[in-house]
Structures are given as structure tokens and as C-alpha cells.
């Protein structure tokens, strides 16, 4: 019920193009949904966030979509640049006693061709 | 700027040799993380310090401690490293109880530190 799971592994995208990375869990009480950027041998970076309550969120080229009901969220990449080729991890966050707990999907390595 | 910095940045030690790895921050987070990733992976949590708190993951080895001597600083201890213990180690921290919305739920991470093991 903790479990992310988050599809496709990788992605081969042309400049330009969208780029789409799928999750989706189990645990309703999960109330934060982050997406993590992450370039070799870096640390995450947060990309984006939406609550629960939101169903869109938008940040310049980077855009959040949330279905409540299926249990699902997804990150759109528009105009896919190749320096946006890197792993990106989608999490669900719940705070649990004195911290807020991190479950991460399991990444997507996402290679913008030039 | 505030941040979370991790040090080194890179460390190789010797199989079953102690090594400690650093974190400190400047955003006044009262929680920090210590999160493990191995290649290929999501990160793991070992285990956070809520102020002085410690609170230990389930399954992480006893191989692994921590200490957390201020606010700014924690540190990560592997006691006898193991081959299956190279991974990058990341810092995170947080603010539990903040009064800004956006950061009430966020975690920052550090840029990790890769370590090795031969």
C-alpha cells in the first residue's frame, strides 16, 4: 500500500517533443506528489509538486496532472529539451510522526535526442 | 544562498574500514535525512533526527548509525563497510511545523556523496 509505481523506465524523446512519465499508488492518505529531477551523479532536485486537492499544475515547460479517483498523476515535459535528459522520480509524501515520509517510483531515465 | 551541503563529495574506504560522511545545512530544518541509492535506483531512507530525535528505518543494517550533534549538522557512520554498501549516500532535510505552506512538505536534498568501496 506504501508502494509508487511509476512506468515507462526510460524514454526516448525528440527535441520538441512531449514528454509523459506515468504513477500511480495505493495509500489515499498519501497528501503531497513531488517530482524529483535527478542528473548523474547530482542529488534529486525538486521539479514540480501538487497537492491532492489540485487536479493541474503548471510550471513554465513542466506540467502536473491528477486523477484523485484513479490513483494516478503524471508529468508532462512539453517542447522536450535535451538538457532535460536526466531520471526523474515521482513520489507520494505522508507525514508520518515526526517527519514527512518519501516514497519514491522507481524512475524513468528520460533521453531528449537532439 | 541556504542550502544543504554535503561532504566529501566523494570518499573511498577500504572494505570493513569505518568512514563518516557529512551534512550540514542552512536552512534551519529541523529534520534531516539520510537516504541511500545504489545505481539505478530510488532513494532509500536509512533514517531522520527530528530535532534530536532519532528515528531509525526497520530495515536498515546495524552497520549503520548516526549522529546529529546541532540543528546544522548530521552525520552518517558505517561502521564496517561492506561491497554492497557503495552506493551515494544523500542528505535531505525538512521543516515539520513550518509556517509556510510549500515548505511544511518539502524535502531538500543535498548533492550526495559517492562512496566506494574496495
Known amino acids: 500500500q506504501q508502494q509508487v509505481k511509476q512506468s515507462p523506465q526510460s524514454l526516448i524523446v525528440q527535441k520538441g517533443g512531449i514528454s509523459i512519465i506515468n504513477c500511480a499508488y495505493e495509500?489515499?492518505?498519501?497528501?503531497?506528489f513531488p517530482w524529483y529531477q535527478q542528473f548523474p551523479g547530482k542529488g534529486p532536485a525538486l521539479l514540480i509538486a501538487?497537492?491532492?486537492?489540485?487536479s493541474e499544475k503548471k510550471e513554465g515547460r513542466f506540467t502536473i496532472s491528477f486523477n484523485k479517483s484513479a490513483k494516478q498523476f503524471s508529468l508532462h515535459i512539453m517542447d522536450s529539451q535535451p538538457g532535460d535528459s536526466a531520471t526523474y522520480f515521482c513520489?507520494?509524501?505522508?507525514?508520518?510522526?515526526?517527519?514527512?515520509?518519501?516514497?519514491f517510483g522507481s524512475g524513468t531515465q528520460l533521453t531528449v535526442l537532439p | 544562498d541556504a542550502m544543504v551541503i554535503q561532504n566529501p563529495r566523494y570518499q573511498v574506504t577500504q572494505f570493513g574500514k569505518p568512514v563518516t560522511l557529512s551534512c550540514s545545512q542552512t536552512l534551519n530544518h529541523n529534520v534531516m535525512y539520510w537516504y541511500q541509492q545504489k545505481s539505478s535506483q530510488a532513494p532509500k531512507l536509512l533514517f531522520h533526527?527530528?530535532?534530536?530525535?532519532?528515528?531509525n528505518e526497520a530495515d536498515t543494517p546495524d552497520n549503520f548509525q548516526s549522529r546529529r550533534p546541532n540543528t546544522s549538522f548530521c552525520f552518517l557512520d558505517i561502521r564496517s563497510p561492506g561491497l554492497g554498501d557503495a552506493a551515494m549516500y544523500l542528505c535531505?532535510?525538512?521543516?515539520?511545523?513550518?509556517?509556510?505552506?510549500?515548505?511544511?512538505?518539502?524535502?531538500?536534498f543535498g548533492p550526495g556523496t559517492r562512496l566506494t568501496v574496495t
Open positions: 495509500n489515499t492518505a498519501f497528501d503531497y
Open positions: 533526527y527530528y530535532d534530536k530525535d532519532f528515528n
Open positions: 535531505a532535510t525538512s521543516r515539520v511545523g513550518g509556517s509556510r505552506q510549500r515548505e511544511r512538505y518539502e524535502q531538500y
Open positions: 513520489a507520494a509524501s505522508i507525514e508520518r510522526g515526526s517527519a514527512r515520509q518519501l516514497t
Open positions: 501538487i497537492r491532492p486537492d489540485v
